[in-house]
């Protein structure tokens, strides 16, 4: 089973900053917190990860809390095409990926 | 930017026929997996492959099923004797053991 919990949806305006929170309370010390997104049906895509502090990249910033049980994903001006579904996923190298069922968030217009 | 392929996009087949589904990974990579999306469900861990052998595999991966890296660029999924319940999304996916998986686009496989 997945080590974490997420909302089952979301809506977002779109030019909003989208905040997609997740739970990971189970987390161990060496394991990783990893984001993709599904659009559609096509394959799971790669947005940002993290260990203990806070990242950012070209597609989000992701923010972990100092016990590191949960984190946020933020879109800092969500488009249309940011519509899919959201995976965040706790990962060691080496493990496969669990894929909890997401949170499927809405980019309104 | 280096990409996981899969061929191909949509196989059509007829309950107990085999297929071969086919991805060539990213070059450098050396792990290798496969997953599977039932429509409307998650995606599901199918097996991983390391050094010319499977390193895990999970319930679903039955007798059924075999992987294979035929050359230095290929990676298949065979599944034997097609079953309805084996239609479903198929997403290949890589690393180079150091960076995160990157997915390819899939194949949509429908038993008939």
């Known amino acids: 089973d997945a080590k974490t919990t997420q909302p089952t949806s979301m809506d977002c305006a779109e030019g909003r900053a989208a905040n997609l929170p997740c739970n990971h309370s189970t987390i161990s010390g060496n394991e990783y917190v990893y984001w993709y997104r599904q659009i559609h049906s096509q394959g799971p895509q790669y947005i940002i990860h993290g260990l203990k502090n806070n990242e950012t990249n070209e597609m989000a910033s992701l923010i972990i809390t100092e016990d590191r049980k949960s984190s946020t994903l933020i879109l800092p001006h969500a488009t249309l095409r940011d519509t899919a579904v959201y995976y965040c996923?706790?990962?060691?190298?080496?493990?496969?990926?669990?894929f909890g069922p997401g949170t499927r968030l809405s980019v309104l217009p | 930017e280096p990409e996981v392929t899969q061929t191909p996009s949509h196989q059509v087949t007829q309950m107990g026929q085999e297929v071969i589904l086919r991805c060539v990974p990213i070059?450098?990579?050396?792990?290798f997996y496969w997953y599977r999306q039932i429509l409307g469900q998650k995606v599901e861990f199918l097996v991983s492959?390391?050094?010319?052998?499977?390193?895990?595999k999970s319930e679903i991966f039955d007798d059924q099923f075999s992987v294979e890296r035929p050359d230095g660029s290929n990676f298949t999924l065979k599944i034997r004797s097609t079953k309805l319940e084996d239609s479903a999304m198929y997403f290949c996916a890589s690393h180079s053991g150091t960076d995160t998986q990157y997915f390819g686009p899939g194949t949509r496989l429908t038993v008939l």
């Open positions: 492959f390391y050094n010319n052998e499977i390193s895990e």
């Open positions: 996923i706790v990962y060691n190298y080496g493990q496969n990926f669990v």
């Open positions: 070059s450098n990579h050396l792990y």
